[in-house]
Structures are given as structure tokens and as C-alpha cells.
């Protein structure tokens, strides 16, 4: 791994395992394994690009409309009034957009305690969400 790749570029060749929510070529959506609520997924773009506002025009649109199908999944897939989207990028250095289901405003808190799950229950999520989209 070179200095500029992150565990994203692992996850994206499959080195790190992940539980997939969704892919296409330029995008992938997988749940975080440190979530802040039950259901909480990560959406990237496949190129590796640090900084949110580095994205072309195109790209960003690109990346918010498959998000976008993703969030219409997760909010049926996990009951909650919303599914809030988060850009920090701040935790690692490759554009990522959390997408969390929210029921209240502090759900979307990243200091809140992170809930754990185990391997079959993230699976389980994962799973649920997939079926919807």
C-alpha cells in the first residue's frame, strides 16, 4: 500500500473484507463497522480522491445519485424518519459520505457511544438493505 492509499483502496480490491451494500464502477457502499446507529453505510467513489470539494462537478453529482439509491434502500430496509448524510472526511483520507438513519437530530452525533454488532448481524443488515434496492 503506497503512502497515498488508504484501507478504502483495500476494501476496493477486495483485500479487506466489507459488507457490501451496493456497487457500480465508480462507486461502492458498504456498512461502517464502527457505525453510530444500526445501519450506518459508507458511500465512495472507487477513485481514491482525499478531499470532497477536489471532486469534479460531474463526479460529485455522480456519487450523491447513487447515494441516493442507496438512502431510498436504507430507509426502507431500517425504520427511521430519515436517513441523514454526513461529509467530515476527516477519519480517513478518501471522499466518503455517511448515510445514517435518524430518528432524532443527536443520532447523528459521532460522539455518541458506537452501538457493536456482530459479523452476523451486520450481515443481516446488509442483507435487508440489499433487498431493497
Do not use: Q
Amino acid at each position: 500500500m503506497s503512502n497515498s492509499e488508504t484501507i478504502f483502496s483495500k476494501i476496493i480490491r477486495g483485500e479487506i473484507p466489507c459488507f457490501k451494500i451496493a456497487e457500480d464502477s465508480h462507486h461502492l457502499a458498504f456498512l461502517d463497522i464502527m457505525p453510530i446507529t444500526k445501519g450506518h453505510v459508507l458511500v465512495i467513489p472507487k477513485k481514491e480522491i482525499d478531499y470532497y470539494f477536489d471532486l469534479s462537478d460531474e463526479n460529485m453529482a455522480e456519487l450523491h445519485a447513487f447515494a441516493k439509491k442507496v438512502a431510498i434502500a436504507l430507509k426502507k430496509a431500517i425504520p427511521c424518519k430519515k436517513v441523514g448524510l454526513s461529509i467530515v472526511g476527516l477519519e480517513v483520507a478518501h471522499v466518503h459520505i455517511h448515510l445514517v438513519p435518524l430518528n432524532h437530530v443527536s443520532d447523528m452525533s459521532f460522539s455518541n457511544p458506537r452501538p457493536k454488532f456482530s459479523p452476523e448481524e451486520f450481515e443481516e443488515v446488509a442483507g435487508l438493505i440489499r433487498s431493497f434496492l
